[in-house]
């Protein structure tokens, strides 16, 4: 008896010890994740500091579990990577699969648990999870809007809101009515977010509700989103904001660009294609918000990174307007394989020639690609439309900009048009160049000629080809192709003018209106850029070994050309 008494004292010491030492791992635990979300991710401390939290031991997870807050996701994306990066997979999804499950705990923790395993640990929730919690309209209602107010700063949440964004709209305005009931207010943070959705219907509804509210919130987010509006709620949103004016509305909804306003453009490629960075200031007084994207002719804005910083490290000094700098995108490239790592992202090889434009041109160049996006059907960015307010909100007099080229008089047009070919010596139109399959094809005809293929633009063998060009010429530039390219020059007239280029910017004017008057066939800036195309893809197939196979293939079957 003494001896079971003696036993079962020692067992309840051990059994304390072992609490004081789970609490200690728990405490050391809890000082770890701290230490690592008081560390920004960019911070060269940080892998250390994931490694340290991660291999904390079991009591990590439960500091993790206790974090978990889908209504207030700041540490989430942290979060995810201490599970992610856990000692046991294993352990840690089962872990993160009993707390999402646990239908006693707060729906706001359980969605936590459900987005670290999906977005995390690439394990997704079951077909019923939502029919669990308490009141999933809510919840889901809660959980969009605080991703809509921290995705611009963590993959995670943007990850999770460009998912809730392909729900069918009617589920979308649904959570939408019920966050208004919550809040009393629309919160603009979803309203900007869902009167850019694709859907036209959703779009109008949004952007109706902000016009019956009529708070100066509300209106002022109407300012801030009218240019990126469709065309339909864009003209509800302006006749909401004319009649306002015309009543005597007076609390000023838009300010003039402030000194660290900034734009920064490049030249347009010869595929129509261009970069603009755009900085504003931030949500706070220390931080700057800078928006990267990429601007096509055809589809209107293709790609858009964003990011809030501390200073302006990350872009070239601020300079005076027309000056050139060289720029290395911190986002994805367009033509850089997609499925690549972030961290390979942010150090693409592409250097980009970037002018120091004024800010409202900027923005009018902005606006005309996302109406393009409209007219091509074409989604605009996540990214974009999470943090576009903070630029446009400094669009006051954007209105009055007007960049007209003066045309010069016809004595002086008619002394251009023989030099206009002369504007693809600048080396901003190296990459201006007629890409085609048929290009190509010329390209492996002149791949057997006995005398080989001709290195140079001026070289003489040209002329032996120039019935080619003349084909390739009136073929691939059609009405279509040459409006494009009118556009395009009138808009490289206007950076070429902007950054000091006077001559070459009289030259792509005249290019310009000869584009749409002359035949493709007679035009030498057409001829060319056919010329260009064909030495380019004699290039890449001298980089196949195209020649040897084009030959084998033609003498060895008997097949035409």
């Not at 963590?154 to 939408?176: D, G, I, K, R, V």
């Amino acid at each position: 008896m003494p001896h079971s008494s003696d036993t079962d004292r020692e067992s309840r010491r051990v059994s304390r010890v072992g609490k004081v030492i789970d609490l200690q791992g728990y405490l050391a635990a809890e000082r770890a994740l701290d230490l690592l979300l008081q560390t920004d991710p960019s911070d060269a401390l940080y892998p250390q500091r994931l490694e340290q939290a991660s291999r904390s031991g079991a009591s990590m997870l439960a500091v993790v579990t206790r974090r978990l807050d889908a209504y207030h996701p700041d540490d989430l994306d942290a979060l995810g990577r201490v599970a992610a990066a856990y000692a046991s997979r294993d352990e840690a999804i089962a872990h993160l699969t009993r707390t999402a499950h646990d239908r006693r705990g707060p729906d706001a923790r359980r969605l936590g648990a459900m987005l670290v395993l999906e977005y995390c640990l690439s394990v997704p929730p079951s077909d019923d999870f939502l029919a669990t919690l308490r009141d999933p309209t809510t919840a889901l209602a809660m959980s969009f809007l605080g991703a809509t107010r921290g995705a611009t700063r963590s993959p995670l949440l943007q990850n999770y809101t460009q998912a809730l964004l392909t729900q069918p709209s009617e589920l979308l305005y649904s959570l939408f009515r019920r966050l208004v009931a919550i809040e009393g207010d629309i919160p603009v943070e979803v309203a900007r977010l869902l009167a850019l959705h694709p859907d036209a219907e959703l779009s109008r509804e949004i952007v109706d509700a902000l016009v019956g509210q009529g708070s100066k919130a509300a209106i002022q987010c109407l300012a801030v989103l009218e240019p990126s509006l469709s065309p339909d709620a864009g003209r509800t949103a302006n006749r909401a904001l004319h009649k306002l004016r015309l009543s005597g509305y007076n609390p000023r909804l838009l300010n003039a660009p402030t000194g660290s306003c900034r734009a920064l453009l490049s030249p347009i490629d010869g595929g129509g294609n261009r970069l603009l960075v755009l900085l504003a200031p931030g949500p706070d007084s220390e931080s700057t918000a800078m928006l990267e994207m990429y601007l096509s002719d055809a589809e209107g804005l293709l790609e858009a990174s964003a990011y809030l910083m501390c200073g302006q490290d990350a872009v070239p000094s601020a300079a005076d307007l027309g000056h050139v700098h060289q720029y290395l995108p911190k986002g994805w490239v367009p033509g850089a394989p997609r499925d690549v790592e972030d961290s390979d992202r942010d150090s693409p090889a592409t250097t980009f020639t970037m002018l120091e434009a004024p800010y409202l041109y900027g923005l009018n160049l902005l606006r005309e690609a996302v109406r393009q996006n409209w007219l091509s059907v074409a989604p605009l960015p996540l990214e974009y439309c999470l943090l576009n307010h903070l630029f446009w909100i400094h669009s006051d007099g954007l209105q009055d900009v007007m960049f007209d080229p003066d045309e010069g008089d016809e004595e002086i047009i008619q002394h251009l048009v023989p030099r206009e070919a002369d504007l693809l010596m600048n080396s901003i139109f190296d990459n201006w160049y007629l890409a085609s399959a048929s290009a190509r094809e010329v390209a492996e005809e002149i791949s057997m000629l006995s005398g080989g293929p001709p290195k140079e633009l001026t070289d003489d063998n040209w002329r032996l080809l120039l019935p080619a060009l003349i084909r390739l010429a009136h073929d691939e530039f059609g009405s279509e192709v040459r409006d494009h390219y009118a556009a395009r020059l009138r808009r490289m007239s206007e950076w070429l003018r902007l950054s000091g280029q006077y001559h070459d910017a009289a030259y792509a004017a005249s290019a310009a209106r000869t584009m749409l008057k002359s035949p493709p066939e007679t035009n030498l800036l057409v001829l060319r850029l056919v010329q260009r195309g064909i030495l380019v893809a004699l290039g890449r197939l001298a980089s196949e070994g195209g020649g040897a196979r084009v030959k084998k293939r033609r003498t060895g079957a008997g097949k035409g050309a």
